[in-house]
T-cell receptor, first 114, second 115 residues
Framework: KQEVTQIPAALSVPEGENLVLNCSFT??????LQWFRQDPGKGLTSLLL?????REQTSGRLNASLDKSSGRSTLYIAASQPGDSATYLC?????????????FGEGTQLTVNP | GAGVSQSPSNKVTEKGKDVELRCDPI?????LYWYRQSLGQGLEFLIY????????KSGLPSDRFSAERTGGSVSTLTIQRTQQEDSAVYLC?????????????FGEGSRLTVL
């Protein structure tokens, strides 16, 4: 059974700092890995999608990497801003699960202080 | 609309009542998923639809939960005889491809409160 773990559970940083969020998964038989952002009381917004054959994806100040063999992904946020404050969720889409459903981590709650 | 649409956005009901939650996926997306997010918990898979195939109901927590998808588009999640532990945000997602490399897109969710 796929298990996804995110570290740290919560992170508080001053504005402008670069930061890294970590995600690990137990089963490397995946199609892809997706990073989401969730604001309080809202749905999930897709940030980056990395296919299993890719090593990284970039969007603006965000960079996500994937090391499938070791079961790890990182989300790098450059020059953090207060508007980046949210919960960040990592999810893997597994080859072994029906419909290739996403298995989610518990999330990292990020607070960027002005 | 361009995104996944869910209704109602908020629902407050009394214990024992039935509720229906609706999801309108992105046009053309063949796969539809329901997830549940309880307070302080991760996202829990409930059910998956793909085209006209039989749905994967393996995540439904009890027989009080059911879902249908009409015409391969709109889906309704029904909870009968609601209990307080059913209080959660119910999230719907759709994907262009059921298997493989497709990206999942989520709606804003339906927040259910059972008193």
């Amino acid at each position: 059974k796929q298990e996804v773990t995110q570290i740290p559970a919560a992170l508080s940083v001053p504005e402008g700092e670069n930061l890294v969020l970590n995600c690990s998964f137990t089963d490397s038989a995946i199609y892809n890995l997706q990073w989401f952002r969730q604001d309080p009381g809202k749905g999930l917004t897709s940030l980056l999608l990395i296919q299993s054959s890719q090593r990284e994806q970039t969007s603006g100040r965000l960079n996500a990497s994937l090391d499938k063999s070791s079961g790890r992904s990182t989300l790098y946020i450059a020059a953090s801003q207060p508007g980046d404050s949210a919960t960040y969720l990592c999810a893997v889409r597994g080859r072994e699960t029906s419909g290739s459903r996403l298995t989610f981590g518990e999330g990292t709650q990020l607070t960027v202080n002005p | 609309g361009a995104g996944v649409s869910q209704s109602p956005s908020n629902k407050v009901t009394e214990k024992g009542k039935d509720v229906e939650l609706r999801c309108d996926p992105i046009s053309g997306h063949t796969a539809l998923y329901w997830y549940r997010q309880s307070l302080g918990q991760g996202l829990e898979f409930l059910i998956y639809f793909q085209g006209n195939s039989a749905p994967d109901k393996s995540g439904l927590p009890s027989d009080r939960f059911s879902a249908e998808r009409t015409g391969g588009s709109v889906s309704t999640l029904t909870i009968q005889r609601t209990q307080q532990e059913d209080s959660a945000v119910y999230l719907c997602a759709s994907s262009l491809l059921a298997e493989g490399t497709g990206e999942l897109f989520f709606g804003e969710g339906s927040r259910l409160t059972v008193l």
